[in-house]
T-cell receptor
Framework: AQKVTQAQTEISVVEKEDVTLDCVYE???????LFWYKQPPSGELVFLIR??????QNEISGRYSWNFQKSTSSFNFTITASQVVDSAVYFC????????????FGQGTELSVKP | GAGVSQSPSNKVTEKGKDVELRCDPI?????LYWYRQSLGQGLEFLIY????????KSGLPSDRFSAERTGGSVSTLTIQRTQQEDSAVYLC??????????????FGPGTRLTVL
């Protein structure tokens, strides 16, 4: 079965704390893609990152970093020095080639950053 | 450039009525997707278009739901005889290559449907 699990439903931190959002996926495909999207209170899903199954290099973009580990089927997302504007729901998603165009989403993690 | 746009942004309807939701993809994007976001079910795939054809309709929950795409651009999602369980936010996304695994899906702001 193809599945994405985000076990953390809600996380609350104080501004400037680091926070890691967990994502665990299941797939039997050897070729697949993983995504993170941010959904702020305005509601629109904003693309953050795409990673393919053959590239396990970690990626850093400003305060954001992603840790992809095939051995544990995880694709975790860390925000360093969190800010109030980071408050949103974050979704991890899986795409695999034999399922046409659809993304399989996790249930989302609601992050609240308090000043 | 302009992103994915959807209309209306909000729709309130009575049970049993038909509704049409519209999506304008990013110009030049050949692939278009509909998803539904509801409290109990999270984000669910509904249908995917490659040009004007729909190779994957597997997510449409019942035959009351249909979608079409004309001219390889605008898409309309129609829900007939709406039920209260149809209440959700309907999201549209587009990507530049039809079904391309390497392509990113960019989402519109959604249409919030409330069925009374």
């Amino acid at each position: 079965a193809q599945k994405v699990t985000q076990a953390q439903t809600e996380i609350s931190v104080v501004e400037k704390e680091d926070v890691t959002l967990d994502c665990v996926y299941e797939t039997r495909d050897t070729t697949y893609y993983l995504f993170w999207y941010k959904q702020p209170p305005s509601g629109e899903l904003v693309f953050l990152i795409r990673r393919n199954s053959f590239d396990e290099q970690n990626e850093i973009s400003g305060r954001y970093s992603w840790n992809f580990q095939k051995s544990t089927s995880s694709f975790n997302f860390t925000i360093t020095a969190s800010q109030v504007v980071d408050s949103a729901v974050y979704f991890c998603a899986l795409f695999f080639g034999n399922q046409g165009g659809k993304l399989i989403f996790g249930q989302g993690t609601e992050l609240s950053v308090k000043p | 450039g302009a992103g994915v746009s959807q209309s209306p942004s909000n729709k309130v309807t009575e049970k049993g009525k038909d509704v049409e939701l519209r999506c304008d993809p990013i110009s030049g994007h050949t692939a278009l997707y509909w998803y539904r976001q509801s409290l109990g079910q999270g984000l669910e795939f509904l249908i995917y278009f490659q040009g004007n054809s729909a190779p994957d309709k597997s997510g449409l929950p019942s035959d009351r739901f249909s979608a079409e795409r004309t001219g390889g651009s605008v898409s309309t999602l129609t829900i007939q005889r709406t039920q209260q369980e149809d209440s959700a936010v309907y999201l549209c996304a587009s990507s530049s290559r039809a079904g391309g695994a390497t392509d990113t899906q960019y989402f519109g702001p959604g249409t919030r449907l409330t069925v009374l």
